[in-house]
């Protein structure tokens, strides 16, 4: 870092400390993929639990594996993956991006603990950290975790 740019950066955070504070940085993308090939009996069961009446259905508005985006991180640091499950299909999106879950692998079955919305590119983990669990940013979206679960706040509108 240059000579003046550290010194800077120091005035700008002793300046607006909670602005300093607040800053949110990405710290890694949640790879939303499509499911592989085989069987995922425990992602069918958490997708069956909450969805049922449209997994695999004649619905109109029914999707099926080829729908799910799937990617696995560990958000609240004891070396166990949470699972983040993406539906992509016509009728489960709006303005926000595509309905997603956010789950926790307990009694051998996934649990769901958030809710929300994202775009499978912009769906990533944070610098910020509440009781342990980190919060995730989905572009429009802010998760954050409140104690059992995580709560979606709307992101404060960018000054671009």
Do not use: C
């Not at 991006?97 to 983990?125: C, S």
């Not at 944070?126 to 802010?142: H, S, Y």
């Amino acid at each position: 870092m240059s000579r003046i740019a550290a010194p800077l950066l120091l005035l700008v955070a002793l300046a607006f400390p909670a602005w300093a504070a607040d800053y949110l940085r990405p710290i890694a993308q949640v790879p939303l993929l499509p499911l592989a090939d085989g069987p995922h009996e425990d992602i069918d069961a958490l997708v069956q639990d909450l969805w049922k009446p449209y997994y695999n259905t004649a619905d109109e508005h029914a999707f099926g594996r080829d729908n799910l985006r799937v990617g696995r991180v560990d958000l609240d640091g004891d070396g166990k993956d949470e699972l983040v499950l993406m539906i992509d299909a016509p009728g489960w999106n709006d303005v926000n991006g595509n309905t997603l879950v956010v789950a926790q692998w307990r009694n051998k079955h996934w649990f769901a603990i958030g809710l929300g919305w994202g775009d499978e590119d912009t769906v990533f983990t944070t610098n910020d950290i509440r009781q342990g669990w980190r919060t995730i940013e989905t572009g429009t979206q802010l998760m954050r975790w409140v104690g059992r679960e995580y709560k979606v706040e709307e992101k404060a509108a960018s000054a671009e």
